[in-house]
């Protein structure tokens, strides 16, 4: 049995936009965190979200669950949706579940609807 990874959230709001940030392991014993910051993140609103998967070191179906639901909220709330690439294992996750192609993908914050804020949050 291997050493797991803690895992974490952070958020960053910027105005009218919000990034959401998992780190570490995203599997069915942390889901909870991270719905917990998503609806957090939802109530203020935001015109953009987007979560940002650069620092997750594994995924599984239950990551891909959080980002459907989360899109979804956000289509019907008239929200823009972000996935902020993961690279690898991440990135195979998604393209294996049929689903990268649902969302408004980016390679990396710089590439989301206001390019200052990002330069200047230091993501």
Do not use: Y
Not at 77 to 82: D, L, N
Not at 89 to 100: E, T
Request: charged content about 20%.
């Amino acid at each position: 049995m291997g050493t797991r990874s803690t895992f974490r959230v952070e958020a960053l709001d910027w105005g009218s936009m919000s990034i959401i940030a998992p780190h570490g392991e995203l599997d069915v014993s942390v889901q909870q965190t991270l719905l917990a910051e998503i609806d957090r993140v939802l109530a203020k609103r935001p015109v953009v979200l987007a979560v940002d998967l650069r620092g997750l070191t594994f995924m599984d179906s239950t990551g891909v669950h959080a980002l459907i639901s989360t899109g979804l909220r956000c289509q019907e709330q008239g929200q823009r949706f972000f996935v902020i690439r993961g690279g690898g294992h991440i990135d195979r996750v998604l393209n294996a579940c049929g689903v990268d192609g649902c969302f408004e993908m980016v390679g990396g914050p710089d590439q989301l609807p206001d390019g200052e804020f990002t330069l200047s949050s230091g993501l």
